[in-house]
């Protein structure tokens, strides 16, 4: 009795100093075990560890989380797109499951003001890069699953990823840049490594792609083909808009 006492008393305070309401909503999910959640929120530089020495920290649950997503978007894009061949569902799915992608959907439903970061990356902005965002969502996605039901899990991805099947490309933004770059009559772009970062199980880079004619965009990732292909995105969407500005 007493042990369910402590129980419910610390899950209040937690919930007390999180707000997990407007998490709640987008879920559309009473949470249980806050705690869960909580740990789904913590990142790494938090630093936390249990009486075990188990790091307190959304990386196991971010495993699991991408298992999860993976595995229904396959399944949701297999039944979406019956016609479609096998290399237009490949290219579905990963720029549904891409960083730039779980980033976005974790701003949506706003995990950015809920990431639970150490000093110095709340600091450096830690909530707004992507890297960090797209983690947090996947391992939000695992609490989901583990504190409702898969099912549950697979109708909130449905629901938040549906919409971005007409957003994303399927044409690779490097060589989408390239095209654009070439009906101008400019040279082809130059990526350069301006910052690493992170230990080496989960290095960040930093990519600054250029243009003959002094145009430029930065991007992080994972590794540095992610990021160049982060950063060449980015300018595409300069360039597009630009074009877009001249033609009205």
Known sequence: MLKYLLLKISRKILQ???DFSNLESHLNHKINDYNLFEHALTH??????????????????????DRVLNFTIADLIYKQFPDKPEGFLSKMHSALVSQTTLAEIAK??????????????????GAQKPTILSDAMESILAAYYIDS???????????????????????DPKSRLQEILQQNGL?????????????????????????S?????MAEGLSKQEAQQNSARKLVQILENKMKMKNK
């Open 44 to 65: 790494s530089s938090v630093g936390k560890t249990n009486s075990k020495g188990i790091k307190h920290n959304n990386e196991r649950l971010e495993f699991l989380g």
């Open 149 to 171: 039901s898969f099912e549950d899990a697979q109708n909130f991805i449905i629901k938040y990823w549906t919409p971005w099947m007409e957003k994303v490309e399927l044409k």
């Open 108 to 125: 949506q439903i706003k995990l950015d003001e809920l990431i639970q970061l150490g000093k110095g990356e709340a600091m450096s902005g």
């Open 187 to 211: 040279s082809l772009p130059e990526y350069d490594v301006v910052d690493e970062r992170g230990p080496a199980h989960e290095r960040v880079f930093v990519i600054k792609v250029s243009t």
């Open 16 to 18: 007390m100093q999180i």
């Open 213 to 217: 004619d002094g145009r430029f965009a």
